[in-house]
C-alpha cells in the first residue's frame, strides 16, 4: 500500500464550480499535512498546510481526520487558472522533516 | 535572483555516461534535498543534506552520489546512467527539523537517457 493515495483524476470541471479532492495516508505517526500544487511541467510550490481544526484560505478549505487518516481539499468558484494538479504530503520527523507525496490529483477547469 | 536554480534545465545522455545535476540556493537552508518524478509515482527522495559535508540517503539511493562541499550547492551525480534513470530530478532546500518548515523547489532537471 502506497504511504500517500489519491486519485489521480483528472477531475474536469466548468468555471465557478466547487471541486473536492481527497488523500489517505497510512502512517498514524504523520506530523504535518500539506497541499502543495503543481503546474504542468513546472515545480510543486506550497499551496496550503492542513491544520486539524481545519484552515481556509481565499477559495481554498482544507480540512484533516486523524481518526480516519485523510485529508481533504476544497477548492470554492473554480478558476482556469486553478487547473494543475494537486499533491498530498505528509510528513513525520525523523530527523529531518521528511515529506511523503502522494502522486497527484490533477484538476482541469474549463470555460 | 535570490532562491533555488538548477542545471541544466534538461538534459540528454547515453547509457553508462556519467551526467551531474547542479543545484544552487542563495538561502542558506541548511537542509537540501534530491527527488525524482515519474508519471505515477509521487515524487520520492534520492539523497538528502543536513548541513554541509553532511549526506544521507533517501528512498531511491542507488546509482547516485551525492556531495556538499558548501551549504549553497548539493550536485547529484550519476554514475553510469541507465534508462531508468530518466526522469525530472527536482532539488528542494528548507524543510529542516521544525515540522511546518516547507520545501522550496527548484525548476527541475529533465533528463533523458538513451
Known amino acids: 500500500r502506497k504511504e500517500v493515495e489519491q486519485d489521480p483524476g483528472p477531475f474536469n470541471v466548468p468555471e465557478g464550480a466547487t471541486v473536492a479532492f481527497n488523500c489517505t495516508y497510512s502512517?498514524?505517526?504523520?506530523?504535518?499535512f500539506f497541499w502543495y500544487r503543481q503546474d504542468c511541467r513546472k515545480e510543486p510550490k506550497l499551496l496550503m498546510s492542513?491544520?486539524?481544526s481545519g484552515n481556509e484560505d481565499g477559495r481554498f478549505t482544507a480540512q484533516l481526520n486523524r481518526a480516519s487518516q485523510y485529508i481533504s481539499l476544497l477548492i470554492r468558484d473554480s478558476k482556469l487558472s486553478d487547473s494543475a494538479t494537486y499533491l498530498c504530503v505528509v510528513t513525520f520527523s525523523g530527523g529531518y522533516n521528511k515529506l511523503i507525496f502522494g502522486a497527484g490529483t490533477r484538476l482541469a477547469v474549463h470555460p | 535572483d535570490a532562491g533555488i536554480t538548477q542545471s541544466p534545465r534538461y538534459k540528454i545522455t547515453e547509457t553508462g555516461r556519467q551526467v551531474t545535476l547542479m543545484c544552487h540556493q542563495t538561502w542558506s537552508h541548511s537542509y537540501m534535498f534530491w527527488y525524482r518524478q515519474d508519471l505515477g509515482h509521487g515524487l520520492r527522495l534520492i539523497y538528502y543534506s543536513a548541513a554541509a559535508d553532511i549526506t544521507d540517503k533517501g528512498e531511491v539511493p542507488d546509482g547516485y552520489v551525492v556531495s556538499r562541499s558548501k551549504t549553497e550547492n548539493f550536485p547529484l551525480t550519476l554514475e553510469s546512467a541507465t534508462r531508468s534513470q530518466t526522469s525530472v530530478y527536482f532539488c528542494a532546500s528548507g524543510g529542516g527539523v521544525k515540522l511546518q518548515e516547507t520545501q522550496y523547489f527548484g525548476p527541475g532537471t529533465r533528463l533523458l537517457v538513451l
Open positions: 502512517n498514524s505517526a504523520s506530523q504535518s
Open positions: 492542513v491544520y486539524s
